[in-house]
Nanobody
Framework: QVQLVESGGGSVQAGGSLRLSCAAS????????MAWFRQAPGKEREGVAF???????TYADSVKGRFTISQANGKNTLYLQMNSLKPEDTAMYFC????????????????WGQGTQVTVSS
């Protein structure tokens, strides 16, 4: 089992920056991949940024060039640096983790945090 706790959300004006953190605990040595997702009211959850076991990263087109996913302390802390924020980035942001390689390839995650709210005003 992996437990995930997000922090760092808040309210910011368009063009501003925020850094989200995700603290992982439990069987983190089994973690193969991690990711950030977001869900806005009335919309489906979408993957924002992904980091795989080899450190490679992938981003949704909507955030490419503005967001950066990274890890620290082994795989115990996951970050999402968000720059040049736009009102359309407003959503609840979730950290996710997976321990199976094939699930990671399919972007399917077993472990989820409770989320942290990001609100961007124009």
């Amino acid at each position: 089992q992996v437990q995930l706790v997000e922090s760092g959300g808040g309210s910011v004006q368009a063009g501003g920056s925020l850094r989200l953190s995700c603290a992982a605990s439990g069987a983190t040595y089994n973690t193969y991949c991690m990711a950030w997702f977001r869900q806005a009211p009335g919309k489906e959850r979408e993957g924002v940024a992904f980091i795989d076991n080899d450190g490679s990263t992938t981003y949704a087109d909507s955030v490419k060039g503005r967001f950066t996913i990274s890890q620290a302390n082994g795989k115990n802390t996951l970050y999402l640096q968000m720059n040049s924020l736009k009102p359309e980035d407003t959503a609840m942001y979730f950290c996710a983790a997976e321990t199976w390689k094939w699930s990671c390839k399919n972007r399917e995650y077993t472990f989820w945090g409770q989320g942290t709210q990001v609100t961007v005003s124009s």
